[in-house]
């Protein structure tokens, strides 16, 4: 029997019970403090929207509230047909936005691990990093088209890819750079080396800014689906507003906003949750937001 296996057989039963507990109420917090979180960007960015319809003395032609995107949805006689024109458009951005999410993503975490290792790396990757950011994506899109296809999976991750990579990156990067270094000390006093303490010390202890990254990566990731959809496929909600702008179909428009405006949120605050419910479990204060 190992000496922690041993420790926790002779531990008190009362004082495990309570440590559970404990765990549970801040796993109840954490989850209750991010619903709330939630519930109150939701109502935010409701009331700014209906603000902005009243207030903006745009036309009621052309500008649609909260109430007139529901009716649409689903208080109008018509509002099936509706939901069911819809769904493909919200369904084909979403998997878009995963092909970037998860490109971009791995990616950040590849290159991340590889500056870490090596310098000279980073010195020479990191300058392409920068330019790729700097540089309007709209400008190099055609570049990207014409190297990888009109329409075609490739160029939606390499433009998804470009708009998650670099807030991932550099928030990856300060994840590995905050290592203890005592640890990574004790790690090379036993003769490991660099990438011994990137994997027993760095990458465990980089878990916050990883979710971190992630979270930043949602909204990034469906920002790269609509310019992907707008600029090669033509597909999805991306494609579509430039149609039911050119022919006029307001509803439409302000629906299709309205609808990628909320799963964004709703994604952001999914890995929000999740990654509360991971830190408290492992043992690890999620960041007070």
């Known amino acids: 029997m190992t000496q922690t296996a041993g420790l926790v057989l002779t531990a008190d039963p009362a004082a495990q019970a309570q440590l559970k507990a404990d765990r549970r109420k801040a ?29 903006s003395g745009i036309s009621p032609y052309i500008a649609k509230g909260p109430v007139d995107v529901w009716n649409f949805l689903f208080a109008g006689e018509d509002a099936a047909e509706h939901r069911a024109q819809m769904a493909p ?48 994506l709209v400008s190099i899109a055609p570049v990207i088209i014409l190297v990888t296809g009109r329409g075609t999976v490739a160029s939606v991750a390499v433009i998804g890819t470009i708009v998650v990579l670099f807030p991932a990156l550099a928030s990856i990067l300060f994840g590995l750079s905050r290592a203890s270094r005592q640890s990574i000390d004790v790690i ?12 027993k010390v760095s990458i465990p202890g980089a878990g916050p800014s990883l979710f971190a990254a ?23 909600i991306g494609g579509a507003i430039l149609k039911f702008n050119a022919q006029a179909q ?15 949120l709703l994604l952001y605050n999914i890995v929000q949750i999740v990654e509360n419910i991971v830190l408290v479990r492992m043992g690890m204060a999620p960041s007070q937001r």
């Open 188 to 199: 090379h006093v036993f003769g490991g080396g660099r990438l011994t303490a990137l994997r």
């Open 250 to 264: 307001f509803t439409q428009l302000w629906t299709a906003i309205a609808l990628i405006t909320l799963i964004t």
């Open 214 to 236: 992630a979270r930043v990566s949602v909204p990034g990731a469906v920002t790269g689906a609509l310019l992907a959809e707008w600029l090669s496929t033509g597909q999805g």
């Open 89 to 136: 458009l919200v369904w084909q951005t979403l998997v878009d936005s995963s092909i970037g999410f998860v490109f971009g993503m791995l990616t950040a975490i590849v290159f991340a691990i590889l500056f870490s290792l090596s310098k000279s790396v980073e010195a020479g990757v990191m300058p392409l990093v920068l330019l790729l950011r700097t540089i309007p």
């Open 27 to 55: 796993l109840l917090r954490t989850i209750g403090r991010s619903l709330g979180n939630a519930a109150i960007t939701f109502a935010v960015v409701l009331l700014l929207w209906q603000a902005i319809v009243s207030f």
